[in-house]
């Protein structure tokens, strides 16, 4: 069966399914929405995450038992310090009414009532600053170490994976702190709201008693019933509105990105004009996020009308209970069944609306946990590199370096929207100790090969053998240490000089004597010294920063200020390319490397920095097996031991450069080409 086919069982899953489409705004909001209810499924689902959540809360406790029993005790209070409160007022005014019934205030139980109140008062003060204190300890402890759980997860994810778009990581850290947080949230609304029910309850059980909190609680279970939220739905939303998605597009080009084309090219006026019209064509269609709008789109008002009415009818009940029954319910009575009916309306109102989310968070504590399990595309073997076998193959010495044999390797990018493939049927073989150089056309091929040899990818079809063994049955980790990938993509990190250098051998990233020579091979050092701090400084500080009312005002002391923060330093195509190039030296001191590949890392350098480059990378070389992809035929292509010319996927021609200039075809065409450039016959 196709793995892309869905089977029967999970076509039934979803057979009561019902998606309903709407126009909000300048949003299209589809919605899925379950035909009938299904008891069990829920019970599945709450089944499967309520251990989950128990693990979550189990991890949070292991991170700091402290903090963590500190943060429950205080939630526990939350839970009932609103109703203590409401108690203690309630014998305070029935205290003071009595006095004044009698004609005799009793002083000492009034003073008593009211310092019990104000000594309440004050430990629930404190209890709220010390929870607050004590909560943004724990939930920075607690997003720290899920940053480090999700990021070593990333961390092991292989290149295929992480570029499908069903791979990307949905958890973060602070969803792991959230929904813990909104769990037990919910938890403390919940015995709020019980707590303040009986106190009702107690206070009115002589006039109404359970059906007066019933009155009480009609208004916010009316209101979660007859509302609609998408929030704990399946459903997406996307903007299909060109001349607001228009709108977008020329926000952001108001960017640093784009700042010097914007000027060179005179362009602000136009964005303007432009951003102006797209604004004008958009109208008065709304923006807001669709699943506000989705809650709030009524057609008529009786339903604001009808929870308006519920939420008066504890104090209508009171108003007829005096009309009918004047001596059932006193001044002090009805001012603190006033007051608790309010509160006790909001706490069920909150507690019924974390309710709904409770599944979702629950839910969303299975994404953070399988975020944790990673499933790889490409296959691991057992095999460590390199492998003597008991009885070694001709030609095969991990010491002079990898061998390659793919046989009909063919190869497509997912999700690619060419219709022919990446790499067609290839067959060659690199000999150990080779120097290999690719040529071709753009999109001839050549990267791909290189990223095929170097396994970040697997063929689609095919098979490549490294020293005789299928590269599939190798440590895939041990071939990426044997590898040293110099490539056009290679990108600076947002780290130090040095540790950009160093990081090509993670074991002496810290030796500058090694940092230095590195960067002599690679040509970096003679433009590190140009900056103050020399190898320490860093590209990319990564320094976030916020600032109101000091833009323009350039005359502001602390305008000068955060004038003096580090910023990114900004250096040349050339030159990052010669701090790639120094990593890849770097890496060659780890004495694992037994392949060089180099894909086009001189594009940004001169003829002279290119030609440095490849004498260092050859001065190096002892033995290892070297593969280039140059668009350049300088000196290199006549010393290569072999010269693949790659054309629309496919190898078409191989050999030295003697023979294939020889043979007159696609590699001589490209040849001569360059030669012909710096001819005086050459004309345009």
Not at 358 to 382: D, R
Not at 482 to 507: F, M, V
Request: net charge neutral; hydrophobic share 40%; aromatic share 10%.
């Amino acid at each position: 069966m196709n793995p892309d086919e869905k089977k029967p069982a999970d076509l039934n899953e979803y057979s009561n399914v019902r998606i309903d489409e709407f126009q909000l705004g300048v949003w299209r909001f589809k919605i899925a929405t379950e035909t009938g209810f299904n008891p069990q499924k829920y019970w599945e689902d709450v089944k499967v995450s309520l251990p989950l959540f128990f693990r979550l809360a189990v991890d949070v406790f292991t991170i700091s038992p402290r903090l963590f029993t500190i943060y429950i005790v205080c939630q526990i209070w939350q839970g009932i310090e609103d109703t203590i409160l409401l108690q203690l007022s309630n014998n305070l005014l029935k205290t003071v009414e009595a006095g004044l019934v009698a004609g005799k205030p009793d002083s000492r139980a009034i003073a008593s009532a009211m310092l019990t109140r104000v000594l309440c008062t004050v430990f629930v003060s404190y209890i709220q600053w010390y929870g607050a204190k004590t909560l943004e300890i724990l939930e920075n402890q607690v997003t720290r170490h899920y940053e480090l759980i999700l990021m070593q997860s990333n961390l092991r994810l292989d290149l295929p994976t992480s570029q499908a778009p069903g791979n990307k990581q949905e958890a973060t850290a602070s969803q792991a702190w959230d929904c813990l947080q909104n769990i037990i949230n919910f938890a403390t609304m919940m015995l709020k709201s019980f707590s303040q029910l009986l106190l009702i309850f107690h206070i009115s059980r002589s006039n109404g008693g359970p059906f007066f909190a019933i009155l009480c609680a009609s208004e916010p279970i009316s209101s979660v019933l007859f509302s609609r939220s998408a929030w704990n739905q399946v459903c997406f939303g996307f903007i299909n509105n060109t001349y607001y998605q228009r709108m977008i597009s020329l926000k952001k080009m108001v960017n640093d990105k784009y700042r010097q084309d914007i000027i060179s090219g005179g362009l602000g006026q136009w964005i303007s004009k432009e951003f102006k019209l797209a604004h004008t064509q958009v109208g008065n269609l709304s923006e807001t996020h669709p699943f506000i709008q989705f809650s709030r789109v009524t057609t008529t008002p009786f339903n604001s009308l009808w929870h308006r009415f519920l939420g008066d009818l504890p104090m209508l009940y009171c108003a007829s209970e005096v009309m009918l029954r004047p001596t059932r319910l006193s001044l002090s009575s009805i001012a603190i069944l006033q007051q608790s009916s309010s509160t006790v309306r909001n706490s069920i109102s909150f507690a019924l609306h974390s309710g709904s989310r409770f599944q979702k968070n629950l839910t969303l504590i299975k994404t953070i946990y399988n975020a944790t399990i990673v499933k790889n595309t490409m296959k691991v073997g057992s095999v460590s590199y390199p492998h003597i076998p008991e009885n070694p193959i001709a030609n095969v010495n991990p010491s002079k370096g990898m061998s390659f044999q793919l046989k009909n390797v063919t190869f497509s990018y997912s999700g690619a929207q060419k219709e022919t493939p990446a790499l067609k049927d290839i067959n060659l073989t690199i000999k150990p100790g080779s120097l290999v150089v690719i040529v071709g056309a753009n999109g001839s091929g050549k990267s791909t090969l290189i990223r095929i040899l170097s396994r970040l990818y697997d063929p689609s079809s095919g098979e490549v053998l490294i020293d005789g063994l299928p590269s599939s049955d190798y440590k895939i980790d041990d071939l990426h240490q044997a590898t040293a990938l110099l490539s056009q993509d290679s990108t600076l990190y947002p780290l130090s000089l040095a540790e950009n250098i160093g990081l090509g051998c993670e074991e002496y990233v810290h030796d500058m004597d090694m940092i230095t020579e590195a960067a002599k091979q690679g040509g970096a050092l003679q433009f590190t010294e140009k900056f103050k701090e020399g190898m320490q400084t860093m590209l990319d500080p990564c320094i976030q920063s916020v600032q109101r009312g000091l833009y323009g005002n350039h005359n502001h002391p602390l305008y000068k200020e955060m004038q003096t923060m580090k910023k990114q330093i900004d250096i040349s195509g050339g030159e990052k390319q010669r701090v790639v190039a120094s990593r890849s030296f770097m890496r060659f001191k780890s004495g694992k490397v037994s392949f060089v590949a180099v894909d086009e890392p001189s594009s940004a350098l001169d003829a002279e920095g290119e030609l440095d480059l490849f004498k260092n990378l050859l001065a190096v070389r002892d033995g290892k097996t070297m593969v280039f992809v140059t668009h350049r035929f300088g000196h290199l292509t006549k010393h290569a031991n072999l010269i693949l010319c790659m054309k629309d996927g496919s190898v078409v021609e191989s050999g030295t450069h003697e023979d294939l200039m020889k043979l007159d075809g696609e590699y001589a065409k490209l040849y001569n080409i360059q030669a012909n450039a710096f001819s005086d016959k050459w004309e345009i």
